[in-house]
């Protein structure tokens, strides 16, 4: 089993800056891909940006040139920085990990990210 555990977020202003965090624990666990996903009520789940083990990384449009995604060392924790922040950025945002060791696609609880305008 994979715990994932989100951090981070908040209420700020647009054009402000803000980080999520995201660590997945377990026994021997080892992920594939990381990633990002954010949703507002009434809209299915969104790609945000994604990293792979080689942290090869790709975004969605609407955020490219303002997120940054990023894994620590140990390739369990994941970050999003996220600056000049809209308030369309704000949603409900999701960390997601594929996992190898155990086989899996395990969800984090969501962090509120709330842009002002």
């Known amino acids: 089993q994979v715990h994932v555990v989100q951090s981070g977020g908040g209420l700020v202003q647009s054009g402000g800056s803000l980080r999520i965090d995201c660590a997945a624990s377990g026994d021997g666990v080892s992920l594939n891909a990381m990633a990002w996903y954010r949703q507002t009520p009434g809209k299915p789940r969104a790609l945000v940006a994604r990293?792979?083990?080689?942290?090869?990384?790709s975004y969605a449009t609407s955020v490219e040139g303002r997120f940054t995604i990023s894994r620590g060392n140990a390739k369990n924790t994941m970050f999003l920085q996220m600056n000049s922040l809209k308030p369309e950025d704000t949603a409900l945002y999701y960390c997601?990990?594929?996992?190898?060791?155990?086989?899996?696609?395990?969800w984090g609880q969501g962090t509120q990210v709330t842009v002002s305008p």
């Open positions: 990293i792979t083990n080689d942290d090869d990384t």
């Open positions: 997601h990990a594929d996992s190898f060791n155990p086989r899996g696609l395990y």
